[in-house]
C-alpha cells in the first residue's frame, strides 16, 4: 500500500471509530436506504427499501435516528417517530421526483377529479402527503391502489410507477407527470445494449423505469424486492435496473452470483451526497435534525399510516 492510501485508510478507519462512538453516546441508529454509497451501507445498522425504512422508523427505540438518504425518507420518519430526533446528515439531499408536485398542484387535480381518490408515492414533499388519502411505496402501490373502494385514483408523483400500476388494476389512473431523472433518462437501447453484452443474465427493473423498459424485465421490483428475487433465483448472472448504489448489498449476500448495473449512468447524485464524515458529524453535531410543522406532519401521519395498515 502507497503512503497515500495507508493514510487514506487511517483516516477513513478513525471517522468510523468516531461514528461508533457517537452512535453510543447518542442513543443513535442508522439507517441507509440501498442506494448510498457502499461506505455508508457497510455501517448503517439497518439498511432497506422506502417501504422497510418506513417500518424502522416507526418502531426503532433509538432515541436518535440518523437517515442516510434523501429528504423525503428522513421527513417520512419524523412523520411516524415525532418524538424522536430524525437527523438527515446532507440537508441539500433533495429528491428531484419529489419537487415535481406541491401541494398546491395537488389541491387543483383534486378539484378536478372529485371523485378520484389519491395515492402518493413517499418520494414527495410532506405537504403533497398530508392531502393524500394513502401513500405507497414501489413495493407496495399495486396493493394500495386495489384495496381502495374508488374506481378512479390519482397516483402522483411518478408517471412511470403509474403505468406499472395501471397494468396491474381495473381502476381508472390518472398520473402525474412526474419522474426520477436517474430512472427515466434509461431506454430500451441501454436494455438492448445490456442484454447484448450478457445475454444469460435475468433483468430486474425498478418500476420508476419508463414502460418501455419494464416491459423488457424478467421481473419489475422495488429495491429489497431485487435482494429477495436474486436470493431466490437458480439464475446466476442478473442485470440490475436501478440505482447503482444497489449493487452492493445484491453482491455481498450472493458473493457466487454476478451483477451488473443495467446503465453507469445511473447514479443518484442526491444519494451520493452522503459521507462517512457527514455520519460523524450528524451524531457529534446533532446535525441537520428534521422538522415538520405539526398540522402538515398529522395529515402526513395518516396517510402513511393508511399505507402501512394496508401493506
Ligand atoms: P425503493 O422503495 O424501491 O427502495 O425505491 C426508492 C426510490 O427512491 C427509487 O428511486
Request: hydrophobic share 45%; proline share 6%.
Amino acid at each position: 500500500m502507497s503512503q497515500v492510501a495507508a493514510r487514506q485508510s487511517a483516516g477513513v478507519e478513525q471517522t468510523i471509530a468516531r461514528i461508533q462512538q457517537w452512535k453510543k453516546t447518542r442513543c443513535a441508529v442508522i439507517i441507509a436506504h440501498n442506494y448510498q454509497p457502499d461506505e455508508i451501507q457497510a455501517v448503517a445498522d439497518y439498511t432497506g427499501d422506502s417501504l422497510e425504512l418506513a417500518r424502522l422508523a416507526a418502531k426503532t427505540e433509538a432515541e436518535v435516528i440518523v437517515f442516510a438518504g434523501v429528504v423525503f425518507m428522513a421527513e417520512s420518519a419524523k412523520l411516524l417517530s415525532p418524538q424522536k430526533t430524525v437527523l438527515l446528515p446532507v440537508k441539500e439531499a433533495g429528491c428531484p421526483l419529489a419537487d415535481t408536485i406541491t401541494a398546491e398542484d395537488l389541491r387543483q387535480a383534486r378539484q378536478q377529479h372529485p371523485q378520484a381518490a389519491v395515492v402518493i408515492y413517499v418520494n414527495s414533499p410532506a405537504e403533497v402527503k398530508a392531502l393524500a388519502d394513502v401513500c405507497c411505496t414501489s413495493a407496495n402501490a399495486v396493493e394500495v391502489v386495489n384495496s381502495l373502494p374508488q374506481a378512479e385514483v390519482i397516483f402522483a408523483p411518478d408517471k412511470n410507477l403509474a403505468h406499472w400500476v395501471a397494468r396491474h388494476t381495473q381502476k381508472r389512473i390518472i398520473p402525474w407527470p412526474g419522474s426520477c431523472c436517474t430512472h427515466n433518462n434509461i431506454t430500451a437501447k441501454d436494455v438492448a445494449a445490456a442484454k447484448q453484452a450478457h445475454p444469460e443474465a435475468k433483468f430486474m427493473a425498478h418500476p420508476e423505469c419508463r414502460p418501455e423498459v419494464c416491459g423488457q424485465a424478467d421481473a419489475v421490483l422495488s429495491t429489497s424486492q431485487m435482494l429477495r428475487r436474486a436470493k431466490a433465483e437458480k439464475a446466476t448472472e442478473f442485470i440490475v435496473g436501478t440505482e447503482i448504489g444497489m449493487l452492493y448489498r445484491l453482491r455481498k449476500e450472493n458473493p457466487e452470483k454476478t451483477f451488473y448495473p443495467l446503465s453507469s449512468r445511473m447514479v443518484c447524485r442526491s444519494m451520493k451526497m452522503t459521507s462517512l464524515a457527514d455520519l460523524a458529524d450528524a451524531l457529534e453535531y446533532i446535525k441537520y435534525p428534521v422538522e415538520v410543522p405539526e398540522p402538515i406532519r398529522m395529515g402526513a401521519f395518516q396517510a402513511l399510516e393508511a399505507m402501512l395498515k394496508i401493506n
